[in-house]
T-cell receptor, first 110, second 115 residues
Framework: QQQVKQSPQSLIVQKGGISIINCAYE??????FPWYQQFPGKGPALLIA?????SEKKEGRFTISFNKSAKQFSLHIMDSQPGDSATYFC?????????FGAGTTVTVRA | KAGVTQTPRYLIKTRGQQVTLSCSPI?????VSWYQQTPGQGLQFLFE???????NKGNFPGRFSGRQFSNSRSEMNVSTLELGDSALYLC??????????????FGSGTRLTVV
């Protein structure tokens, strides 16, 4: 059972542009909704996360939007920079377990 | 503050052998989790330990096992290695209780190649 569907698989954005990544889930037991960022040769790093009682959270250039009824959440990267080029994973969490999406490779062109 | 340390970084083993990977969590973190990352299957959960007790386990065969020591350091073992076990094995730690359990810090992983 594929519990987490992430889209798109990859995207290319110009410097200064907006990147949007979506995540749909099935398991209503998920109780924490993080996004992780991974660079080649490194482990994933927690980027931003939201609890299900909140609809939006912003930290700097990164925003999570959460729609509980639609069972979807998204990551918005504003004013994208070349240093944001990485793979991004949604990883909703419950019962001490992260369920990772397949990942989105973001390339920011200078 | 030291991060999550995984050793070794790279490992080459032969089919049928067994391997042990080590993880030292961030000081003060009592929860340690293990994940397998492959190009085909992505990131998959293996197991999670807290205070030497396994609290959750993923859908992997019994050849995959783990343990946690009283100092929170953890090891995972894979017996009778198969070619398909070639992967990046990632360890993650967190404080482990309540909402402090949310938000994991990952190590850089151990790259295991089975030949």
């Amino acid at each position: 059972q594929q519990q987490v569907k992430q889209s798109p698989q990859s995207l290319i954005v110009q410097k200064g542009g907006i990147s949007i990544i979506n995540c749909a889930y099935e398991n209503t037991a998920f109780d924490y909704f993080p996004w992780y960022q991974q660079f080649p040769g490194k482990g994933p790093a927690l980027l931003i996360a939201i609890r299900p009682d909140v609809s939006e959270k912003k930290e700097g250039r990164f925003t999570i939007s959460f729609n509980k009824s639609a069972k979807q959440f998204s990551l918005h990267i504003m004013d994208s920079q070349p240093g944001d080029s990485a793979t991004y994973f949604c990883a909703p969490q419950t019962n001490y377990k992260l369920s990772f999406g397949a990942g989105t490779t973001v390339t920011v062109r200078a | 503050k030291a991060g999550v340390t995984q050793t070794p970084r790279y490992l080459i083993k032969t089919r049928g052998q067994q391997v042990t990977l080590s993880c030292s969590p961030i000081s003060g973190h009592r929860s340690v989790s293990w994940y397998q990352q492959t190009p085909g299957q992505g990131l998959q959960f293996l197991f999670e330990y807290f205070s030497e007790t396994q609290r959750n386990k993923g859908n992997f065969p019994g050849r995959f096992s783990g343990r946690q020591f009283s100092n929170s350091r953890s090891e995972m073992n894979v017996s009778t290695l198969e070619l398909g076990d070639s992967a990046l094995y990632l360890c993650a730690s967190s404080l482990g209780t309540g909402y402090s359990n949310y938000g994991y810090t990952f190590g850089s992983g151990t790259r295991l190649t089975v030949v």
